[in-house]
């Protein structure tokens, strides 16, 4: 393996990139850069060998992705948000918010357009030439007009799809010539999670790329890489048995991940998988008590349903965005590797990889070393740095004082973002608020799941006061027997 990576020029890469895309002096030690290819190296070992020690697997023909009507609204979706997001044109970003996505890809408006009181587009006007409403200078609007141009044209796409453990796909994640961006792009809140999802077991990239490298936008010019017209998270479980797919950017395509999944899995040996499932389980009325159980999305695992929330977590001390679990335009899709399986559950036996059961975990992401230093870990989503060399080498605004610890995960954070949890008396960043705690069934106080739980025999999820309040009523039977595979 080691004498198909050649380390070297991957370490003079990943620091070229970091020292650009995070605006780091050429004076500043990257003391790190060791460290993190030392942990990335270990962590993806099993995909590398399945590689045969190569850092990019390439589908061997040309994939073409053909837009339905579903992708072609989220591909202007996407130009939308990188309207308003990337530009700062709230009017335009409002504009392509509200138009039919037939008339902006036909290119022509069907219906009178208001906007705002200064800002009315015709009907059967050209939508491209509607962008001098929006925008006076004239290098910028033929700068955006050309990024719809293209979006218009392409309703077919076409490129090489990879499946990747490299570290510039994993910094280039949404960095592209394709006029499209996420929270993942390195200027981005959430560009530290990028090397998060480097350095864990458990994440690939997949994507559709290019003919040829070309100069990224928070790249160097010395550093040309694979433009991406498509990519998607893929996320294994540790046992190997499970896999869940992230959100596709820019628009969503079957065909792009059933190729990974039904051609690519197992060519590289990987075994084969069950179709995408998207089930979850919210609500159930048992039949013979008639008492209604309500679940915060259920997941069928290996002959037991298994909170999301359990069933996946995030590494301790990392900013990346997950999908999984956090977002709210998309309903993630799961595949089991495929043994003894029926519809929903999946009790897979291999030598190799064990048996996918209860114990099926994800853990997406890992805490990564800080660049400068290697010591520390890196404290910001948006700054790859950690609070020690920040404030050693002057990168914080002066007033970026006040920091305090999430008790959950560690971060450092303004202590005016810190949340007090009352019945642990905890302190937890906001993400550990949204991610990690839960809310009581009956008197509505939030705090974390040690405190706020479900107890045997009572299908709702309380506070201990309350819970002693409110005994529940008997249950006839338990719950788990509903998810036992039948003989």
């Given amino acids: 393996m080691e004498n198909k990576i050649n380390l070297s020029e991957l370490k003079n890469q990943l620091e070229q990139v970091i020292r650009y895309s995070q605006n780091f002096s050429h004076t500043?030690?990257?003391?790190?850069?060791?460290?993190?290819?030392?942990?990335?190296?270990?962590?993806?070992?099993?995909?590398?060998?399945?590689?045969?020690?190569?850092?990019?697997?390439?589908?061997?023909?040309?994939?073409?992705?053909?837009?339905?009507?579903?992708?072609?609204?989220?591909?202007?979706?996407?130009?939308?948000?990188?309207?308003?997001?990337?530009?700062?044109?709230?009017?335009?970003?409002?504009?392509?918010?509200?138009?039919?996505?037939?008339?902006?890809?036909?290119?022509?408006?069907?219906?009178?357009?208001?906007?705002?009181?200064?800002?009315?587009?015709?009907?059967?006007?050209?939508?491209?030439?509607?962008?001098?409403?929006?925008?006076?200078?004239?290098?910028?609007?033929?700068?955006?007009?050309?990024?719809?141009?293209?979006?218009?044209?392409?309703?077919?796409?076409?490129?090489?799809?990879?499946?990747?453990?490299?570290?510039?796909?994993?910094?280039?994640?949404?960095?592209?010539?394709?006029?499209?961006?996420?929270?993942?792009?390195?200027?981005?809140?959430?560009?530290?999670?990028?090397?998060?999802?480097?350095?864990?077991?458990?994440?690939?990239?997949?994507?559709?790329?290019?003919?040829?490298?070309?100069?990224?936008?928070?790249?160097?010019?010395?550093?040309?890489?694979?433009?991406?017209?498509?990519?998607?998270?893929m996320f294994f479980s540790e046992d190997q048995t499970m896999l869940f797919m992230g959100r596709q950017y820019p628009f969503a395509v079957s065909q792009g991940i059933d190729i990974i999944k039904n051609t690519i899995l197992p060519e590289l040996k990987f075994d084969t998988w069950s179709p995408y499932s998207e089930d979850k389980i919210y609500i159930h009325k048992d039949s013979l008590s008639e008492e209604v159980f309500h679940f915060d999305g259920l997941i069928p695992v290996g002959g037991e349903a298994i909170p999301i929330k359990k069933l996946v977590?995030?590494?301790?001390?990392?900013?990346?965005?997950?999908?999984?679990?956090?977002?709210?335009?998309?309903?993630?899709?799961?595949?089991?590797?495929?043994?003894?399986?029926?519809?929903?559950?999946?009790?897979?036996?291999?030598?190799?990889?064990?048996?996918?059961?209860?114990?099926?975990?994800?853990?997406?992401?890992?805490a990564c070393p800080c660049p400068i230093c290697g010591r520390n870990e890196i404290d910001y989503g948006e700054l790859m740095a950690c609070i020690p060399c920040c404030q050693e080498y002057y990168l914080l605004d002066e007033d970026a004082q006040g920091f305090g610890i999430c008790d959950v995960c560690g971060t450092h954070v303004y202590e005016e973002d810190l949340y007090y949890l009352e019945i642990s008396e905890s302190y937890v960043c906001p993400r550990c608020y949204q991610n990690e705690t839960v809310k009581c069934q009956i008197c509505n106080i939030t705090d974390l799941p040690e405190v706020i739980k479900y107890r045997e025999g009572d299908p709702r999820c309380l506070c201990e006061d309350c819970y002693h309040t409110n005994k529940p009523k008997d249950i006839i039977g338990k719950f788990k027997y509903l998810f036992k595979k039948e003989e």
């Avoid at 490129?159 to 961006?181: I, M, Q």
């Avoid at 999984?324 to 993630?332: D, I, T």
């Avoid at 519809?343 to 994800?362: E, I, L, P, Q, V």
Wanted: charged share 25%; hydrophobic share 35%.
């Fill in 28 to 233: 500043l030690p990257l003391n790190g850069i060791d460290e993190i290819l030392n942990k990335w190296l270990k962590a993806k070992e099993l995909f590398i060998n399945h590689m045969d020690g190569k850092l990019i697997y390439e589908y061997p023909s040309i994939i073409t992705f053909k837009l339905d009507a579903n992708a072609k609204k989220n591909k202007l979706e996407q130009f939308a948000d990188l309207v308003d997001d990337h530009y700062g044109n709230y009017y335009l970003y409002k504009f392509l918010s509200n138009i039919k996505v037939d008339d902006f890809y036909n290119n022509k408006t069907t219906k009178e357009y208001y906007i705002c009181d200064s800002i009315v587009i015709p009907e059967n006007y050209k939508v491209v030439k509607a962008f001098k409403f929006f925008i006076d200078d004239e290098h910028l609007l033929e700068e955006v007009r050309n990024a719809a141009s293209r979006i218009i044209q392409e309703n077919v796409v076409h490129g090489k799809l990879c499946f990747s453990v490299h570290p510039l796909d994993f910094l280039s994640a949404s960095e592209n010539t394709y006029n499209w961006r996420s929270c993942h792009s390195l200027d981005g809140d959430y560009r530290s999670g990028n090397l998060n999802y480097l350095l864990d077991n458990s994440t690939v990239i997949c994507y559709l790329k290019g003919e040829k490298e070309e100069k990224l936008p928070h790249f160097p010019e010395s550093v040309p890489w694979n433009s991406k017209k498509w990519r998607v998270w």
């Fill in 313 to 366: 977590k995030d590494g301790s001390n990392t900013f990346h965005y997950n999908d999984v679990l956090n977002s709210h335009f998309y309903n993630p899709l799961y595949a089991y590797r495929i043994g003894n399986t029926d519809n929903y559950f999946s009790y897979t036996r291999n030598s190799s990889f064990g048996m996918t059961n209860a114990d099926t975990r994800f853990k997406l992401g890992e």
